[in-house]
Nanobody
Framework: VQLQAFGGGLVQSGGSLRLSCATSGFSLNHFPIGWFRQAPGKEREGVSC????????YYADSVKGRFTISRDNAKRTVYLQMDSLKPEDTAVYYCGTDFTPPPGGSLGPCTYVNGMDYWGKGTLVTVSS
């Protein structure tokens, strides 16, 4: 099982970026994929999640209306479109998956950060003011 996040960079406040999470070694349409971020000195937090079976989406309140998660099963890739970026979105962004997610939670099957089974290497997003 492998996940790899890429697409980060430096962007001005109000700008956009699209992150990609390339996956291999498992069936993308059977398991959820979550996007998470970790800012300096802070704990890793959930940002968004998309389920495997029906592509249901979930968002943290801090990004709702600005970020959009999507998937392309043929390319085995999950995307995070980030618009109206703010300096507080600056963080290393990771994608992860949980093969046995517990039910419930504000971020669906990606609610429990410490429960993720596999992580990709992160990609840095820096938003300048």
């Amino acid at each position: 099982v492998q996940l790899q996040a890429f697409g980060g960079g430096l962007v001005q406040s109000g700008g956009s970026l699209r992150l990609s999470c390339a996956t291999s070694g498992f069936s993308l349409n059977h398991f959820p994929i979550g996007w998470f971020r970790q800012a300096p000195g802070k704990e890793r937090e959930g940002v968004s999640c998309i389920t495997g079976s029906d592509s249901r989406t979930y968002y943290a309140d801090s990004v709702k209306g600005r970020f959009t998660i999507s998937r392309d099963n043929a390319k085995r890739t999950v995307y995070l479109q980030m618009d109206s970026l703010k300096p507080e979105d600056t963080a290393v962004y990771y994608c992860g998956t949980d093969f046995t997610p517990p039910p419930g939670g504000s971020l669906g099957p990606c609610t429990y950060v410490n429960g993720m089974d596999y992580w990709g290497k992160g990609t840095l997003v820096t938003v300048s003011s």
